[in-house]
T-cell receptor, first 115, second 111 residues
Framework: EAGVAQSPRYKIIEKRQSVAFWCNPI?????LYWYQQILGQGPKLLIQ????????DSQLPKDRFSAERLKGVDSTLKIQPAKLEDSAVYLC?????????????FGSGTQLSVL | DAKTTQPPSMDCAEGRAANLPCNHS???????VYWYRQIHSQGPQYIIH???NNETNEMASLIITEDRKSSTLILPHATLRDTAVYYC????????????FGSGTQLTVLP
């Protein structure tokens, strides 16, 4: 079974530039998450989708971050414009969703460096 | 969701059991204990979860105290590949809310 796919693996940009990350979850997984992980810290949720609807985006900096999940499958996370403090690993995760003791499956992440 | 407390770091000799503690003194009756680990440069990986009974799978064992205020993750025969950050998380089962990660425990398995 294929895992959660993310691209690119690494990205280096200058501040005020724009960047986009892509995630393809495990087939059949209804729930998709984007996490931000700053060096030395645990992952922090940015946004959670259930199919193509947003369940929780309370910690997403909406003035610069946006995310969409077209047709309830792939998802894209965008930052525009980027700031130095956005340097982090951006992790995508998916789960089957619904009731139950859910396991989250994570991708390897995109490491973003903002110079 | 209840908060958890873990030691920031631990060492373990290769081949020995690694016992990782977690304190969750404010856990509610319907909250499960989950463990994930994160190997360097990878995303977190699910290990095990439980409610009040001890659990075992192919990766680890989870021991939850009778009062449920603390738990221990046991890796019975640690290998160098078990070097990772281990996260203990409590969460209501079936909740749509996300897993909230703390800082975890950095486990280093020494040769």
């Amino acid at each position: 079974e294929a895992g959660v796919a993310q691209s690119p693996r690494y990205k280096i940009i200058e501040k005020r530039q724009s960047v986009a990350f892509w995630c393809n979850p495990i087939s059949g997984h209804a729930t998709l998450y984007w996490y931000q992980q700053i060096l030395g810290q645990g992952p922090k949720l940015l946004i959670q989708f259930q199919n193509n609807g947003v369940v929780d985006d309370s910690q997403l900096p909406k003035d610069r971050f946006s995310a969409e999940r077209l047709k309830g499958v792939d998802s894209t996370l965008k930052i525009q414009p980027a700031k130095l403090e956005d340097s982090a690993v951006y992790l995508c995760a998916s789960s089957l969703g619904g009731q139950g003791n859910e396991k989250l499956f994570f991708g390897s992440g995109t490491q973003l460096s903002v110079l | 969701d209840a908060k958890t407390t873990q030691p920031p770091s631990m060492d373990c000799a290769e081949g020995r059991a690694a016992n990782l503690p977690c304190n969750h003194s404010t856990i509610s009756g319907n909250e499960y204990v989950y463990w994930y680990r994160q190997i360097h440069s990878q995303g977190p990986q699910y290990i095990i979860h439980g409610l009040k009974n001890n659990e075992t799978n192919e990766m680890a064992s989870l021991i939850i105290t009778e009062d449920r205020k603390s738990s221990t993750l046991i890796l019975p025969h640690a290998t160098l590949r078990d070097t990772a950050v281990y996260y203990c998380i409590v969460r209501v089962a079936g909740s749509a809310r996300q897993l909230t990660f703390g800082s975890g425990t950095q486990l280093t398995v020494l040769p």
